[in-house]
């Protein structure tokens, strides 16, 4: 018997992104849990001078033959920037989209901080899509971790993004201060259930300098092992592919500055490829398990080889309980996965 089948993920074009930084600004106050700072190696910035940058620099990409890009707005609450900058950052950018450089353009913000009507005006000068950071649908994690909002906010504002005609992002963050057994669960069908086109997880850490250090020193806060990271968020990406939402980043990038910062919490520098090396490995068991007897070889297609056996190899002695060792799994350059 031969099975063939395809990566679980569902299909997400892939683009290059153009990242805009913009910490802190517009934001109301600070969570307990951030450390833009530590993340960006930025305190604050001027607005004006992220814009004067920002021109200067696709300029440069222009005139250099670079690109395409997204461009995305990372960092701050963009929905909230002083008044009229939204509208200047959109309007220098759309110059660039005109000529092919920026092919879409997004943005991170708060779910309080959107409005039916500022989103439709923002999506008429050339914003495609808005990243809600969610972090949770719990109303006592949200107020634990000093958000200022409610679930149900957090859901409005998903409605809110829709009925403007653009693309919704959402970012959750598993862990946090109020966190209790089974929320984050809940958080991701709660997530699925507001049909997002795309899913962030951002494990809670506690980095130098955040209120939560203090509460963490205290003992006031327990954050997740990298175990039961790893655990929670491979049952969680296989929920979302398995509702065809792409989940484009798991963990904070792998920033200098920001892991010399990290006091506690479930960070590692290969996050994401473990966690997929994970579902991929639960995908491939159920197939094995459809042949009804012990499988003789895989045939895995080469883009994945990296992926297979997750960090540093971890998951070639569960390959190898399965009946495939490494001598019975090859590479091939076809698009789809054969079992036999």
């Given at each position: 018997?031969?099975?063939?089948?395809?990566?679980?993920?569902?299909?997400?074009?892939?683009?290059?992104?153009?990242?805009?930084?913009?910490?802190?600004?517009?934001c109301p106050g600070r969570c307990v849990?951030?450390?833009?700072?530590?993340?960006?190696?930025?305190?604050?910035?001027?607005?004006?001078?992220?814009?004067?940058?920002?021109?200067?620099?696709?300029?440069?990409?222009?005139?250099?033959?670079?690109?395409?890009?997204?461009?995305?707005?990372?960092?701050?609450?963009?929905?909230?920037?002083?008044?009229?900058?939204?509208?200047?950052?959109?309007?220098?950018?759309?110059?660039?989209?005109?000529?092919?450089?920026?092919?879409?353009?997004?943005?991170?913000?708060?779910?309080?901080?959107?409005?039916?009507?500022?989103?439709?005006?923002?999506?008429?000068?050339?914003?495609?899509?808005?990243?809600?950071?969610?972090?949770?649908?719990?109303?006592?994690?949200?107020?634990?971790?000093?958000?200022?909002?409610?679930?149900?906010?957090?859901?409005?504002?998903?409605?809110?993004?829709?009925?403007?005609?653009?693309?919704?992002?959402?970012?959750?963050?598993?862990?946090?201060?109020?966190?209790?057994?089974?929320?984050?669960?809940?958080?991701?069908?709660?997530?699925?259930?507001?049909?997002?086109?795309?899913?962030?997880?951002?494990?809670?850490?506690?980095?130098?300098?955040?209120?939560?250090?203090?509460?963490?020193?205290?003992?006031?806060?327990?954050?997740?092992?990298?175990?039961?990271?790893?655990?929670?968020?491979?049952?969680?990406?296989?929920?979302?592919?398995?509702?065809?939402?792409?989940?484009?980043?798991?963990?904070?990038?792998?920033?200098?500055?920001?892991?010399?910062?990290?006091?506690?919490?479930?960070?590692?520098?290969?996050?994401?490829?473990?966690?997929?090396?994970?579902?991929?490995?639960?995908?491939?068991q159920k197939k094995a398990a459809e042949?009804?007897?012990?499988?003789?070889?895989?045939?895995?297609?080469?883009?994945?080889?990296?992926?297979?056996?997750?960090?540093?190899?971890?998951?070639?002695?569960?390959?190898?309980?399965?009946?495939?060792?490494?001598?019975?799994?090859?590479?091939?350059?076809?698009?789809?996965?054969?079992?036999?």
């Open positions: 018997m031969l099975l063939t089948f395809s990566h679980p993920e569902p299909l997400c074009p892939a683009t290059r992104v153009w990242p805009v930084f913009i910490p802190f600004a517009g849990f951030c450390a833009q700072d530590k993340q960006t190696g930025r305190d604050g910035v001027l607005l004006d001078a992220v814009l004067e940058e920002l021109v200067r620099e696709l300029a440069a990409a222009q005139t250099a033959g670079r690109g395409p890009y997204e461009l995305a707005f990372f960092g701050g609450t963009f929905t909230a920037l002083p008044h009229e900058y939204p509208e200047r950052f959109l309007s220098a950018v759309d110059k660039f989209r005109k000529l092919g450089l920026i092919i879409k353009t997004r943005c991170s913000t708060r779910p309080d901080r959107v409005t039916i009507e500022q989103l439709g005006h923002l999506g008429s000068l050339g914003l495609d899509m808005v990243e809600l950071g969610v972090q949770s649908f719990d109303d006592p994690a949200l107020q634990a971790s000093g958000r200022g909002y409610s679930g149900d906010a957090v859901r409005q504002a998903c409605a809110t993004v829709r009925a403007a005609g653009l693309e919704l992002g959402i970012q959750l963050m598993p862990g946090l201060p109020g966190d209790r057994p089974g929320v984050f669960r809940s958080d991701v069908e709660e997530a699925i259930r507001q049909k997002p086109d795309n899913v962030r997880l951002y494990p809670c850490l506690v980095i130098r300098g955040a209120e939560l250090e203090n509460v963490w020193r205290d003992g006031g806060y327990a954050p997740w092992s990298l175990d039961r990271t790893l655990e929670e968020l491979a049952w969680a990406v296989e929920e979302f592919w398995r509702a065809s939402i792409p989940v484009i980043r798991m963990g904070v990038a792998a920033e200098e500055a920001l892991e010399g910062n990290i006091l506690a919490g479930p960070w590692h520098a290969a996050l994401g490829q473990r966690v997929r090396a994970r579902v991929l490995l639960a995908h491939i042949l009804g007897l012990a499988p003789r070889e895989l045939l895995v297609p080469r883009k994945y080889s990296g992926e297979l056996f997750g960090h540093a190899r971890e998951l070639a002695p569960v390959y190898a309980a399965m009946g495939l060792s490494s001598g019975k799994i090859r590479f091939h350059d076809a698009d789809r996965f054969l079992l036999s």
